[in-house]
Nanobody, 123 residues
């Protein structure tokens, strides 16, 4: 199994930027799909971005061009760089991992989750 710990959330004004980090530990020698999800109050958890073990990246349409997912394999850290933030980006952001090379667009496809980090964007 793997353990995931997010950090970097906070409160910013619209148009601002934040960088989220996810420290990965445990059985990291398997190929994994790594992803960022978010969940706003009263809404379903939704995928934001993912990166598979080959480095292929996918973004949700609502963040494409504003958010960037990356990973530092040596440090075992997953990042989410968020720019041009909007009030509708306000949510709890979660780091997630799935064993294997396939990145499911659904949260159900991920077995491991962090505790989440809150992002609040004010207008």
């Amino acid at each position: 199994s793997v353990q995931l710990v997010e950090s970097g959330g906070g409160s910013v004004q619209a148009g601002g930027s934040l960088r989220l980090s996810c420290a990965v530990s445990g059985d990291t020698y398997y190929p994994y799909c790594m992803g960022w999800f978010r969940q706003a109050p009263g809404k379903d958890r939704e995928g934001v971005a993912s990166i598979d073990s080959d480095g292929s990246i996918d973004y949700a349409d609502f963040v494409r061009g504003r958010f960037t997912i990356s990973q530092d394999n040596a440090k075992k850290i997953l990042y989410l760089e968020m720019t041009s933030l909007k009030p509708e980006d306000t949510a709890m952001y979660y780091c997630a991992a799935a064993v294997g090379s396939y990145c499911s667009p659904s949260p159900a496809g991920f077995s491991y989750w962090g505790q989440g980090t809150q992002v609040t964007v004010s207008s």
